[in-house]
C-alpha cells in the first residue's frame, strides 16, 4: 500500500487548508494513521494521528485546537483540516502508517511522498 498527500499550497496566516492522504489499497483497522511535517532545517515533527478502528485521535501541542484529523474509510483517505494556519506551520506535510498509537517518528513504517505548505504572514 502507498500513501500519497496532497493538498499543500500557498494560504495567508488565519487561513485554512485541508490536506488529503489517499492509499493505494486498504487500510486495515489494525493501522494507525498519522500526519507529520518538518519544516527547513528541522527535525520531522509529530501533528497529528488517528486509531483507524476507533477514530481515537491525538495532536502535538503545537496545533492542537487548530487541526483537526480525520477519515473516509470507504476511500481510505485520511484528511488534516488546518484552521487559523500561522506562519511557523510552513513545513513539508507528510502521511505515514503505524501500528502504534504513538506520536514517535521511528515507529512509522510506511511514509508517503509530503506535499508543502506555505504560510505567509
Known amino acids: 500500500v502507498q500513501l500519497q498527500a496532497s493538498g499543500g499550497g500557498l494560504v495567508q496566516a488565519g487561513g485554512s487548508l485541508r490536506l488529503s492522504c489517499a492509499a493505494s489499497g486498504r487500510i486495515f483497522s489494525s493501522w494507525v494513521m498519522a500526519w507529520f511535517r518538518q519544516a527547513p532545517g528541522k527535525e520531522r515533527e509529530f501533528v497529528a494521528a488517528?486509531?483507524?478502528?476507533?477514530?481515537?485521535?491525538k495532536y502535538g501541542d503545537s496545533v492542537k485546537g487548530r487541526f483537526t484529523i480525520s477519515k473516509n474509510s470507504a476511500e481510505n483517505t485520511v484528511y488534516l483540516q488546518m484552521n487559523s494556519v500561522k506562519p511557523e506551520d510552513t513545513a513539508v506535510y507528510y502521511c505515514?502508517?503505524?501500528?502504534?498509537?504513538?506520536?514517535?517518528?521511528?515507529?512509522?513504517?510506511?511514509w508517503g511522498l509530503g506535499t508543502l505548505v506555505t504560510v505567509s504572514s
Open positions: 488517528m486509531r483507524w478502528s476507533t477514530s481515537n485521535t
Open positions: 505515514a502508517a503505524s501500528n502504534q498509537f504513538t506520536a514517535q517518528t521511528t515507529e512509522y513504517y510506511r
